[in-house]
């Protein structure tokens, strides 16, 4: 029987609707904000009933075979974000203060009763029973911290620029039942700027040169590259403007805060001379690119541009109470810019568009700099440091003046499939830092380069804002494990145990994220590493992987056919391939310098095998296709000529990333690297034959190896249109036996 609860079913008391399924400050879509924050104030601070449907909605998407068993309870009556789990054996009541809430009660009980896990990615709700069991007692939960942001400037690039609505819907549907309230909304932001630059002299063709492909669109609203990977059409900026709307109205319907792009000033090239009284301050260059101009926000056209933006984006995507903005990002030139009084100025131009909203500015590098923070209402700033877990002797409060700010990790660049991340570090500074006398830490930002990697560290990150206590991180992933693959086995405890005090218990001081692979590495017998920002050297001793992989072949074959227990052992096993690359190659060097021919061979051979094996590998599991990323490029092409555009942006961010100068200047060829079925054998694979290939030939001559043009080689690839396929093949099971019967116990 269904236990859908609907308003009619609601006390009467309870019926006085505000906008329905709201965040707290935002409007309906479309419609004007508040003339003033206290108007907002005041209707803000009245308990109010909301629409809990988008969250059954969401609810019977995650679960569509036990949601029958849940009643959501809207609870307008908590004054902070709260959920309450309640019930009986196939009755659950979840009660909470919005939609997500209710959602984020759901995923509290399917961890701490059911013994179930809905990760990014893999699940284990296929090990439920018919019957949902009954709740012990009653258990009520509060966001410990008001603040719980998601999603980096550079997810939607490396991530997946092209992903469809309901990729984006289960993404949301992830975010909430995990707790999160805060999303950032980048697709489709380039359109409000197409249209309201039209009125700034621009035509519409020079504008669509302009603004890049949706890959690296990432980093044109970041103010550091523009016109690469285009030119756009204005059918693919339509449709990513009405996706971005989709987006945020889905958000808005769980009680979720669409974080929206702000505008502080990015213009194209000759704006001050084709618009008298502005000053525009050139931003030089950033890793290869000329950077857009910086329109001075203190001179008077700047408004006027502010506002026909902030206007076209009301149109699109409807209004906020919070906007992601960072100036200078990355270096720039602030020219005879007076920061402080830029700042005030950018700040001032939001809120003539939306009063009192919130500027989120990403902590990074130098920034925010004091400058900037002396120049604004720092009560209406949100900080998301993303160096939270990467230094140490880090104080917050000192470094930005007790500015609010959110405890942040990037433990994942560009993308890279790589298992670790510092949660010890996670877990003791959201802890200490939360308790000091001054402290200004108001929330949580998850801000890996790209996510759906780790489903662990998104688990445990996001459980920081809902655990009253501090969290035992032995306890935490013994508990994970029972629930991963829907039920305790002393195989699966044992796994993640190895790689709970290896890959997850890596430590701060300069690295946030593990190393990456040197099969995706540019070939040279001296490779410490495929992306040039990224650790040099294992950062945990690869055994624990090894170890893990064993463990994870013997688990209960009853609990193997779940999605989250397949994607742990590839993934597992992927990473064990990995690690044992950083062991091939010294051995490879050696043969080599040793003028060793048969050796070289031999170990040569070897490493090939190694990539086969590691294609194929990868090849069974949907979260590892190339194929998928290539199609989803492609079928956003109105003819195969904007097929093929489009497909080079999405190949090109994964390998030379950019021009010559930013590729090899810039070091951003493999930044993006990842072990993906097709990216291995195409390019990596290829990669490395001729290198090797061309020093067996230097040993059989007793020459020098010849050149070879790393760029030109990888640039071939990013202009191939080759097909790869988009659905899994083989057996994960079969295949991640194979790499353990073949690779050393212990390394």
């Given at each position: 029987?269904?236990?859908?609860?609907?308003?009619?079913?609601?006390?009467?008391?309870?019926?006085?609707?505000?906008?329905?399924?709201?965040?707290?400050?935002?409007?309906?879509?479309?419609?004007?904000?508040?003339?003033?924050?206290?108007?907002?104030?005041?209707?803000?601070?009245?308990?109010?009933?909301?629409?809990?449907?988008?969250?059954?909605?969401?609810?019977?998407?995650?679960?569509?075979?036990?949601?029958?068993?849940?009643?959501?309870?809207?609870?307008?009556?908590?004054?902070?974000?709260?959920?309450?789990?309640?019930?009986?054996?196939?009755?659950?009541?979840?009660?909470?203060?919005?939609?997500?809430?209710?959602?984020?009660?759901?995923?509290?009980?399917?961890?701490?009763?059911?013994?179930?896990?809905?990760?990014?990615?893999?699940?284990?709700?296929?090990?439920?029973?018919?019957?949902?069991?009954?709740?012990?007692?009653?258990?009520?939960?509060?966001?410990?911290?008001?603040?719980?942001?998601?999603?980096?400037?550079?997810?939607?690039?490396?991530?997946?620029?092209?992903?469809?609505?309901?990729?984006?819907?289960?993404?949301?549907?992830?975010?909430?039942?995990?707790?999160?309230?805060?999303?950032?909304?980048?697709?489709?932001?380039?359109?409000?700027?197409?249209?309201?630059?039209?009125?700034?002299?621009?035509?519409?063709?020079?504008?669509?040169?302009?603004?890049?492909?949706?890959?690296?669109?990432?980093?044109?609203?970041?103010?550091?590259?523009?016109?690469?990977?285009?030119?756009?059409?204005?059918?693919?900026?339509?449709?990513?403007?009405?996706?971005?709307?989709?987006?945020?109205?889905?958000?808005?319907?769980?009680?979720?805060?669409?974080?929206?792009?702000?505008?502080?000033?990015?213009?194209?090239?000759?704006?001050?001379?084709?618009?008298?009284?502005?000053?525009?301050?050139?931003?030089?260059?950033?890793?290869?690119?000329?950077?857009?101009?910086?329109?001075?926000?203190?001179?008077?056209?700047?408004?006027?541009?502010?506002?026909?933006?902030?206007?076209?984006?009301?149109?699109?995507?409807?209004?906020?109470?919070?906007?992601?903005?960072?100036?200078?990002?990355?270096g720039g030139h602030t020219g005879s810019v007076d920061v402080k009084e830029a700042a005030g100025a950018v700040q001032q131009a939001l809120w003539a568009a939306h009063p009192g909203a919130l500027w989120a500015v990403l902590g990074w590098q130098d920034d925010p700099t004091k400058e900037l923070l002396a120049?604004?209402?720092?009560?209406?700033?949100?900080?998301?440091?993303?160096?939270?877990?990467?230094?140490?002797?880090?104080?917050?409060?000192?470094?930005?003046?007790?500015?609010?700010?959110?405890?942040?990790?990037?433990?994942?660049?560009?993308?890279?499939?790589?298992?670790?991340?510092?949660?010890?570090?996670?877990?003791?500074?959201?802890?200490?830092?939360?308790?000091?006398?001054?402290?200004?830490?108001?929330?949580?930002?998850?801000?890996?380069?790209?996510?759906?990697?780790?489903?662990?560290?998104?688990?445990?990150?996001t459980d920081l804002a809902w655990e009253p206590g501090p969290i035992d991180q032995q306890r935490w992933f013994a508990d994970f494990a029972g629930r991963r693959y829907g039920r305790p086995d002393a195989e699966a405890a044992a796994a993640w145990e190895e790689l709970r005090t290896g890959p997850y218990s890596?430590?701060?001081?300069?690295?946030?994220?593990?190393?990456?692979?040197?099969?995706?590495?540019?070939?040279?017998?001296?490779?410490?590493?495929?992306?040039?920002?990224?650790?040099?050297?294992?950062?945990?001793?690869?055994?624990?992987?090894?170890?893990?992989?064993?463990?994870?072949?013997?688990?209960?074959?009853?609990?193997?056919?779940?999605?989250?227990?397949?994607?742990?052992?590839?993934?597992?096993?992927?990473?064990?391939?990995?690690?044992?690359?950083?062991?091939?190659?010294?051995?490879?060097?050696?043969?080599?310098?040793?003028?060793?021919?048969?050796?070289?061979?031999?170990?040569?051979?070897?490493?090939?095998?190694?990539?086969?094996?590691?294609?194929?590998?990868?090849?069974?599991?949907?979260?590892?296709?190339?194929?998928?990323?290539?199609?989803?490029?492609?079928?956003?092409?109105?003819?195969?000529?904007?097929?093929?555009?489009?497909?080079?942006?999405?190949?090109?961010?994964?390998?030379?990333?950019?021009?010559?100068?930013?590729?090899?200047?810039?070091?951003?060829?493999?930044?993006?690297?990842?072990?993906?079925a097709g990216l291995v054998s195409e390019l990596y694979a290829r990669r490395w034959a001729s290198y090797f290939a061309s020093l067996d030939e230097a040993l059989v001559l007793e020459a020098a190896p010849r050149a070879i043009d790393w760029h030109a080689f990888e640039e071939e690839w990013a202009r191939l249109?080759?097909?790869?396929?988009?659905?899994?093949?083989?057996?994960?099971?079969?295949?991640?036996?194979?790499?353990?019967?073949?690779?050393?116990?212990?390394?």
């Open positions: 029987m269904s236990r859908r609860v609907t308003l009619a079913a609601l006390p009467a008391a309870l019926l006085t609707l505000a906008v329905a399924g709201a965040a707290p400050g935002a409007t309906a879509r479309g419609t004007q904000p508040p003339a003033a924050a206290g108007a907002g104030h005041e209707v803000r601070d009245r308990p109010r009933v909301f629409d809990a449907s988008p969250a059954r909605a969401s609810l019977e998407r995650l679960l569509p075979k036990h949601a029958g068993q849940f009643t959501l309870v809207a609870d307008p009556a908590a004054t902070k974000d709260a959920f309450t789990v309640s019930g009986t054996a196939g009755a659950i009541t979840i009660r909470g203060s919005t939609g997500a809430t209710l959602l984020t009660g759901v995923g509290w009980y399917l961890q701490h009763v059911a013994g179930a896990d809905i990760g990014w990615p893999g699940d284990s709700i296929g090990m439920l029973p018919a019957e949902l069991p009954a709740v012990p007692a009653p258990v009520t939960r509060t966001a410990l911290v008001a603040h719980r942001y998601a999603l980096n400037d550079t997810d939607d690039g490396y991530t997946g620029p092209y992903r469809t609505f309901e990729e984006h819907q289960r993404q949301i549907d992830l975010l909430a039942l995990h707790g999160i309230n805060e999303v950032f909304v980048q697709v489709g932001a380039e359109y409000p700027y197409y249209r309201a630059l039209q009125r700034f002299g621009y035509t519409a063709e020079e504008l669509r040169e302009w603004i890049p492909g949706p890959g690296h669109q990432s980093w044109w609203l970041l103010q550091n590259l523009s016109g690469f990977g285009g030119p756009v059409t204005e059918q693919l900026m339509k449709a990513r403007a009405e996706l971005g709307g989709r987006i945020a109205e889905q958000l808005r319907g769980l009680g979720m805060t669409p974080v929206l792009p702000g505008y502080f000033g990015t213009v194209p090239p000759s704006f001050a001379d084709r618009n008298p009284g502005a000053v525009t301050v050139p931003q030089g260059d950033w890793a290869g690119f000329d950077r857009p101009d910086w329109l001075d926000p203190v001179s008077p056209v700047f408004a006027k541009l502010a506002a026909d933006y902030y206007a076209e984006q009301r149109a699109l995507f409807g209004d906020s109470t919070m906007y992601r903005m960072s100036p200078l990002h990355e120049g604004v209402d720092t009560s209406k700033l949100l900080i998301m440091d993303g160096l939270s877990d990467r230094y140490n002797r880090l104080d917050r409060e000192v470094r930005w003046g007790g500015a609010p700010y959110a405890m942040g990790s990037i433990y994942n660049f560009g993308g890279h499939t790589t298992v670790g991340a510092n949660t010890s570090v996670w877990i003791d500074r959201f802890g200490s830092w939360r308790a000091k006398a001054d402290s200004a830490l108001t929330g949580i930002a998850y801000l890996p380069e790209a996510t759906g990697t780790n489903p662990a560290a998104f688990d445990l990150f890596t430590s701060s001081g300069l690295w946030s994220e593990s190393q990456d692979s040197l099969f995706t590495a540019r070939p040279s017998l001296t490779a410490l590493g495929s992306a040039y920002w990224s650790p040099k050297a294992m950062r945990y001793p690869a055994g624990s992987v090894r170890r893990a992989l064993d463990h994870l072949l013997k688990v209960d074959p009853l609990l193997r056919g779940s999605s989250a227990y397949r994607f742990d052992l590839v993934d597992t096993a992927r990473q064990a391939l990995a690690n044992h690359s950083r062991v091939l190659l010294p051995r490879i060097k050696a043969a080599y310098e040793a003028r060793d021919l048969t050796l070289f061979r031999e170990l040569t051979t070897e490493w090939a095998n190694r990539e086969k094996q590691l294609d194929a590998l990868v090849g069974s599991d949907p979260n590892f296709l190339l194929g998928s990323w290539l199609s989803a490029a492609r079928s956003h092409g109105a003819d195969e000529a904007e097929k093929d555009r489009y497909e080079y942006d999405a190949r090109s961010i994964l390998s030379v990333w950019g021009r010559q100068s930013t590729s090899e200047g810039g070091f951003l060829h493999d930044y993006a690297n990842r072990e993906w249109t080759t097909r790869h396929p988009d659905r899994p093949s083989g057996d994960p099971y079969v295949l991640a036996a194979r790499v353990a019967a073949t690779l050393p116990k212990v390394e």
